[in-house]
């Protein structure tokens, strides 16, 4: 013990690694305990950390309190002996790379208990691949008084490398909370994974995220513990290393425990696809119904995920004779969550209760209602907006709609309708935020009928509709007439509209924007919802209703009475 104290005493020369004096103790304190000895030392020479192994390997404890960041360094560097003459270890250069270690050096201890050779890595900077592509450059055998490497040198100018290429990203992102890889992780084809990310790539920079890289990984079956193998984990370690990137986001939902466990392993922060789509809902949330609903569905996804964490958070005590110290802080936070949810469903109901009062008053004077509904970002606000003079939130960012807005729209011959827009639709959307936002989905029950306003410039649009269609289904809204309308028909290529149309031959295509093609939607709303009072059977559009050419529309307060079909 009083040997390994001296060790601690030391200062360590950066040219060299060791003094040959320090090399020689190492190896009689490693030889004479018979496992392995390291020691971290910073980048003054001063050791940090004084680490005996077994006779194997050595475990290096937790450093969370040494600096850190996406583009640097640990600031440290390991020397360790080895006992068995080999050189550096699958396990070594594994600590290294996601320690973010300045380097590693590996010092073989002969039979006599000398010192003999030495093996020493380091990561490379972005652009520099190794000699097998490795994102490492091994040195040695070289004997340990012959070593005239500068490791401290050669660990700032690692660094540098790496923040400058670190800034180049966060120049041409300007604005940006961070800088993220996207990650796949399936069994499905690439073609529909590259089609996921670059659905997620548009979550991640609504959110406020950089994308530095997307990597795809298809598995036969995922890995219960890290979702991908050890190996692309180092392989995502390394590529955020090089691109400064703090986040990984993980195009699927994660349990608890992966996240953790690739937290642990990373050191960066872990974020799923429904954790980015809460975030993107709590920054669009703005009306106090918006923003419970997001913050219930927050608190859902939360709570299987409070876990212990560190002392402060275990049980102090438990079972017989160790009853009465009450309950753990985790136990408090769990039940103050489970409060939190139980008073904000309280106050959704309510809200609920708000909203059904609303539309029974509808129903009662006869007015009609129709829901538009889609994917998110098609264009359902801008609709809104062109058809009532209003002037509804409408960005070209998903989500940007989170609570219903209905507008009025009136006929001449008193004929009235209720036009509502609802938050768009997602692949995969996430159960916490089904259930909290079922207050502004039952809006969808009271619809005489829907009008699925989808993307027709989108190279997914077929998968998209049926997404739509899913949930719809799922929701048990299957007995509402829908009607198609194929939003951005403007910026669709020709070939693509011929495709489109003999695919769906009973869509409407339409321009929110250029106002094209309104008036035959305007048409078959009327037909569907208003017309058929006057003509018995009238339930479909047949070009022939004057009645609909006539209307007019006023926005909620019955202002700036025009034509909005007026070219």
């Known amino acids: 013990m009083r040997a390994l104290d001296r060790l601690f005493q030391r200062r360590y020369p950066s040219v060299g690694g060791v003094s040959n004096e320090q090399a ?63 050189g550096l270890s699958e396990e070594d250069l594994t600590d290294m790379l996601f320690l973010r270690l300045d380097s590693i050096t590996a010092l073989n201890v002969t039979a006599m208990a000398e010192p003999g050779m030495m093996y020493w890595a380091h990561l ?86 950089s994308v530095a890289e997307t990597v795809i990984q298809r598995v036969s079956k995922v890995n219960p513990k890290f979702i991908m193998g050890k190996g692309k984990v180092a392989e995502l370690e390394i590529l955020a290393l090089r691109t400064g990137a703090q986040t990984l986001v993980f195009d699927r939902e994660l ?35 918006g923003k419970l609903q997001v913050e219930m569905a927050q608190l859902k996804y939360l709570l299987p995920r409070l876990v212990r964490q560190g002392h402060a958070m275990s049980r102090l005590m438990g079972g017989i004779g160790g009853r009465g110290p009450g309950e753990t802080k985790l136990e408090m936070d769990r039940r103050k969550v489970r409060e939190r949810i139980d008073r904000i469903k309280s106050d959704l109901k309510k809200l609920r209760k708000r909203r059904g009062n609303t539309r029974a008053r509808r129903a009662k004077v006869g007015l009609p209602v129709v829901s538009l509904v889609g994917y998110t970002n098609a264009g359902k606000s801008t609709l809104l907006n062109t058809l009532t003079k209003s002037k509804v939130l409408a960005e070209d960012k998903l989500f940007a709609t989170l609570d219903p807005t209905s507008r009025r729209l009136r006929f001449p011959q008193d004929k009235e309708l209720i036009l509502t827009d609802t938050v768009g639709f997602i692949r995969e959307l996430p159960a916490e935020l089904r259930e909290a936002f079922q207050a502004t989905l039952e809006e969808l029950e009271a619809a005489d009928l829907l009008v699925h306003v989808a993307d027709a410039a989108h ?13 719809l289904h799922e929701m048990d809204l299957g007995d509402i007439p829908v009607i198609l309308a194929l939003n951005k028909w403007d910026i669709a290529t020709p070939a693509t509209r011929e495709i489109i149309l003999s695919r769906y031959p009973d869509a409407i295509p339409v321009s929110a924007l250029s106002r094209e093609g309104l008036r035959p939607l305007v048409r078959y709303i009327v037909d569907r919802v208003l017309w058929r009072e006057r003509v018995d059977g009238a339930t479909m559009y047949d070009g022939t209703s004057a009645f609909a050419d006539e209307l007019y529309t006023v926005s909620s307060e019955y202002e700036n009475e025009t034509d909005p079909l007026k070219d």
């Open 255 to 289: 349990s608890p425990a992966q996240i953790r466990n690739l937290a642990e392993v990373t050191e960066r922060k872990i974020i799923d696809r429904t954790q980015l789509i809460l975030d993107i809902f709590a920054q669009h949330a703005t009306t106090r119904s």
């Open 459 to 471: 190279p997914e649009l077929e998968n998209r509709i049926e997404a739509v269609n899913g949930i």
């Open 24 to 86: 020689r103790e190492l190896a009689a304190i490693s030889f004479g305990i018979g496992r392995q000895v390291g020691v971290l030392i910073d980048r003054k020479g001063r050791p940090s950390m004084v680490i005996v192994g077994t006779p194997d390997g050595i475990y290096i404890p937790d450093l969370s309190r040494s600096r850190v960041a996406g583009t640097r360094l640990r600031g440290l560097r390991l020397v360790h002996t080895h006992l068995r003459g080999e």
């Open 124 to 209: 490379l900077p972005p652009g520099q691949p190794g000699p097998d592509d490795e994102p490492y450059r091994i040195f040695g055998p070289v004997r340990f008084d012959q070593v005239d490497f500068d490791f401290e040198g050669q660990a700032i100018a690692l660094e540098d490398e790496l923040g400058r290429s670190g800034e180049a990203l966060a120049r041409d992102e300007t604005g940006r909370e961070g800088v993220a890889i996207l990650v796949n992780v399936s069994s499905q084809p690439r073609a529909e994974a590259e089609a996921s990310l670059e659905e997620l790539a548009d979550l991640a920079k609504t959110a406020g995220l």
